[in-house]
């Protein structure tokens, strides 16, 4: 299901209560404030209504931040306090990917075009979303990983395309998504961002039911407790997900664990919401936590101290005039760089590769 349908969906009580969380930074004040939203005619809809109203707009800190350049912040060009993480600061690329940021210039990688075909989508949208799901490709490509005989397990997949993708190159996939407990009040159900079997994951474009089947399995996973039958996988992955399991540590705590999955050598591959406002100050929720390159610098000292090997950090963030635009709700094009609750955030990517 393409972005434009999701948004025409009716607005469920899960959604309501999501929207009111991420746009104006509270809980709903009681059930008449649920039930009034969920008289919009859809998602859109919804989105616009609050984009409209004062209290959004004092959270957020006013609409002219989305007609305004930004600037990249002094602390990204900061070494890091720990010298035995490894930085790069260049433009990234897909070709030789490592964990970094979203950015305009990647869309125009040959390879962006090449998986962007593939899975039927367009290279022209400047959407974080989809740059998310390829530049986790790329860096499957460049380990040679999307190949038979390799076993992939992927975290949170709601309806992506992902699965389907990986298992058209012979790889076998356990595709697992929270338990229906995990995401109540997040409107995930309602705007089909989330899996309670395979079914949703079937991409007959891409592969073939039967294929389908003999390669990709689907269960429910907490990514709070990983439950420890999930072992042996060449390479796992998320798409923006651990940032929504309730505060910065349980993010990180979720990052070290899941390279208890893969064999010795693999590789975890996640992305998630990255502050470009401050390496101070952020926004930490239940439902939504940004993190900020001390947060990410912590994490690399931890994996190292463990014996993993972290992927050089780039936390370039790009020169094209899409990496100087921020977007707002209701979302639009480009969406590389947005506002939330005051901050500016991005896409950015991490891979480690488990100690051997």
């Not at 433009?91 to 039927?120: I, R």
């Not at 010795?264 to 992305?271: C, D, K, R, V, Y």
């Not at 919401?273 to 993190?291: C, G, R, W, Y």
């Not at 610098?297 to 780039?314: C, D, F, M, Q, T």
Request: charged fraction near 20%; glycine fraction near 6%.
């Amino acid at each position: 299901m393409s972005d434009t349908q999701r948004l025409d969906l009716p607005v469920s009580r899960e959604a309501a209560a999501w929207a009111i969380r991420l746009f104006l930074g509270r809980e709903p004040v009681n059930e008449e404030e649920i039930e009034f939203h969920c008289a919009h005619q859809s998602v859109h809809s919804l989105r616009v209504a609050f984009s409209q109203t004062g209290e959004f707009k004092k959270f957020y800190g006013g609409l002219h931040l989305a007609q305004t350049s930004w600037a990249a912040p002094l602390f990204l060009l900061e070494p890091p306090h720990d010298k035995r993480i490894t930085t790069r600061f260049q433009p990234p690329n897909l070709a030789d990917p490592c964990s970094q940021l979203c950015t305009e210039s990647q869309f125009s990688d040959p390879l962006y075009s090449e998986f962007c075909t593939v899975l039927g989508i367009d290279p022209a949208v400047l959407h974080r979303k989809q740059w998310e799901w390829i530049w986790i490709a790329a860096v499957l490509k460049r380990r040679s990983y999307l190949r038979k005989g390799i076993k992939g397990l992927g975290f949170g997949v709601g309806q992506e395309p992902l699965p389907a993708f990986f298992a058209r190159s012979g790889v076998e996939v356990l595709a697992t998504d929270a338990p229906p407990a995990a995401i109540e009040g997040h409107g995930w159900e309602s705007t089909r961002q989330h899996a309670a079997s395979l079914e949703p994951l079937r991409r007959p474009d891409l592969l073939c039911d039967e294929d389908f089947d003999k390669l990709v399995g689907f269960q429910v996973a907490d990514m709070n407790h990983i439950s420890p039958e999930l072992r042996g996988f060449d390479f796992c992955w998320s798409s923006c997900c651990f940032e929504h399991l309730a505060s910065i540590e349980h993010g990180l705590t979720f990052v070290e664990e899941s390279l208890k999955t893969l064999k010795p050598g693999g590789l975890a591959i996640h992305t998630t919401e990255f502050n470009l406002s401050s390496n101070q100050d952020t926004f930490i929720h239940p439902a939504l936590s940004l993190f900020r390159k001390q947060d990410i610098e912590a994490l690399y000292s931890r994996l190292i101290s463990a014996g993993h090997k972290p992927w050089p950090l780039n936390l370039h963030p790009g020169t094209g005039p899409a990496d100087a635009y921020i977007d707002l709700p209701p979302w639009g094009l480009p969406h590389l760089k947005l506002e939330l609750a005051a901050y500016i955030t991005t896409s950015m990517g991490l891979v480690i590769e488990k100690k051997s």
